[in-house]
Structures are given as C-alpha cells and as structure tokens.
C-alpha cells in the first residue's frame, strides 16, 4: 500500500475530523501518500480528490462536521457507479481506503472491496450508536451531551410554567440517544423505537407523576418511534389528558454539530491511527471499534448484517422509577 484514500459518507458526527487528522497524520507517520477524498462515494465518481499534509488536518480536532464534506450517493449504489469510482481512484493512484460512516457506507465499502480487491478499513461515525462491534460510535457522547443540555434548559421553563414538554430526539431505528439522555435528564418517560409504548400507557405514567405532585414533566421521544413522531403523541395525549398545558420542541439537526466532546476526540484519534495501522497490518473489509475500552476488528459483514442496538435492560428499568 502506498497510497490511502480518506473520506467521510453518511450523516456527519462530531469527532469525524479528529478521525480524519488521525489517519492522515498516521498514515504520513508510516510513510504513505494520504489522499482525501470529498463528498463520500460521490467524490469518487466526480474526481474530487486532494492530496493531504500534515499542515491540511491542523487544528480540526475540535471543529464539528467534516472538513472532507459528506454525502448520500445514490450511483454508487449501482454496479456502473462503482466501476468508475473504481477506475477514477486507480488513476489516481489510491490503493486503499478508509472510510468513515456508518452502515450504509460499510456496504458501499464492502461491495467496492469485494468487486475490485480493494484494501478498506471502516471507521464507525455516527451519532446513532447503533452498529454492531465497538461499544461507542464517533459523535454519539457529543450528541447526547447536546441533548442533555437543552433538556435541561427546557426544564428550567417546564417548571417555571407548569408545563408537559414533548422532545424529539434523532434516531431513525436506534433509542440510544433517547434512552441515555433521558436518564442523564431525569425525563418522566422514553419512547423509543424498539419498544412500543401505547399512549395509554403514556398517560398513566403521566397520571401516576400528577398524583405525585409533579407541577412538569418532560417525555423524550427517539424520531423512530411508533406512534409517528412529537406532534403526533402530543396531539394523542391531549385529547385524554390535559392535566398539564403542552409544548412540542423537535431537537433536530442542532444534535449533529458542536464541538466533539473529549471523550469522541480520543475515540476518533484511537481509531483513526487503530485503521491505518490495520490496512497496513494486511487486514481488509473490517471495522475498528472499541469493545471494553480496546480496539477490535470485525468484520464489515458481520457488522453489517448484525446492524442494530441492543438497548441496556437495566438504563429501561431504571429510567422509569428513578424519574418518579
Ligand atoms: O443517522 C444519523 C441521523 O442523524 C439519524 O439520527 C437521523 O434520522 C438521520 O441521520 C437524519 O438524516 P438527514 O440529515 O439526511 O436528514
């Protein structure tokens, strides 16, 4: 290997430039020619590629987003799409890749390395924290401490006023966001979208906190949950319980920048030197992540098709009757 390509695909998540910073520093540590390659697999088709120095990756450990810019690519997706991504990084001489994202990026990965013999090593970004094979995604502790801090300021008015406050949270398929901010905050019930919560069982738990002599509540509610979003369960709640007058406030996109937490500077730092390291070890098809504060390798298939979240039991029990 002498020449690696870098690049960001998917939603972008705090720490994906201190990743980046890693595996360029890394890879120019080992010797290597280090190309960075822009927009994801849209780059590839469009030739959007840049050599980097040390001096291109200075003093982004701490800027949100990604400096490499992102994207969903639907021409990668066909067979022809990956055929002239492929030749456009032969011409330029690329001959591995790592790249950053989550799973819809490790299957353009997959596939572009079973298709071409193409040398990857895939690097875990999201702020869903849902793939399979490291305990931690990249931007998932910078996006919940972002969701902590504005439940906290609702709070602040909720009790001023007296009111139930309904906030989404992101997470298509995963609650884990929701789950853990919602312990960190205290909220009086989680919906998320791998357990369904009927709205009379909302309200009961409402009720049971109203008799409690709660003057506020909040309830946190994952975007991929059941009962079709914040409004949706507002509008429900209020039609058979309106002990407390309601607001709605949806999180949205404000949870996907910021500056990464220290704890996602580390991470992304560890597995950013941790991939290049392993393509130059021979490794391929593989994601790094971390299992009990170590870097593993698994393999892209079996993080793929293992995609999912298990939600801890105990944060479910818990969340309930430390919040009454
Ligand atoms: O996968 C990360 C994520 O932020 C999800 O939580 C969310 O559902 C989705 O991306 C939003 O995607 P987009 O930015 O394309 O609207």
């Not at 695909?9 to 520093?25: E, F, K, L, Q, T």
Request: proline share 2%; net charge negative.
């Amino acid at each position: 290997i002498n020449k690696i390509g870098v690049f960001t695909s998917g939603g972008d998540a705090p720490g994906m430039n201190a990743c980046i910073r890693a595996v360029v520093r890394t890879g120019l540590y080992l010797g290597k020619q280090m190309v960075g390659i822009h927009q994801g697999y849209q780059g590839m088709i469009d030739k959007k590629f840049s050599n980097m120095d040390s001096k291109s990756v200075a003093h982004i450990i701490q800027q949100g987003g990604t400096i490499l810019k992102t994207a969903r690519c639907m021409e990668f997706r066909t067979p022809e799409g990956r055929a002239l991504a492929y030749k456009n990084l032969k011409e330029e001489g690329i001959d591995a890749l790592v790249a950053i994202g989550g799973d819809g990026t490790f299957t353009g990965a997959e596939l572009l390395s079973r298709e071409y013999d193409m040398p990857v090593m895939c690097v875990p970004g999201t702020i869903d924290n849902d793939l399979y094979g490291t305990d931690f995604t990249l931007g998932y502790d910078t996006a919940t401490n972002t969701v902590i801090e504005a439940i906290d300021k609702i709070r602040d008015t909720a009790a001023s006023h007296d009111r139930l406050f309904f906030v989404e949270v992101m997470g298509r398929d995963s609650g884990c966001i929701a789950l853990r901010a919602g312990v960190a905050a205290g909220a009086e019930a989680i919906l998320l979208p791998e357990k369904e919560t009927g709205i009379d069982d909302l309200i009961e738990k409402l009720e049971a906190g109203a008799d409690q002599h709660k003057t506020s509540s909040i309830v946190i509610i994952a975007e991929g949950e059941k009962n079709g979003g914040a409004y949706n369960v507002a509008k429900h709640v209020k039609e058979k319980f309106n002990f407390y007058d309601i607001k709605v406030t949806i999180l949205g996109h404000l949870q996907r920048g910021g500056t990464p937490s220290s704890f996602d500077r580390i991470l992304a730092s560890r597995m950013g030197y941790a991939a290049v390291n392993a393509l130059i070890a021979g490794e391929t098809r593989k994601m790094v992540g971390l299992q009990g504060n170590a870097m593993h390798l698994t393999e892209l298939t079996e993080a793929i098709n293992n995609h999912s979240f298990k939600l801890e039991d105990d944060l479910m029990e818990m969340s309930y009757i430390l919040s009454l």
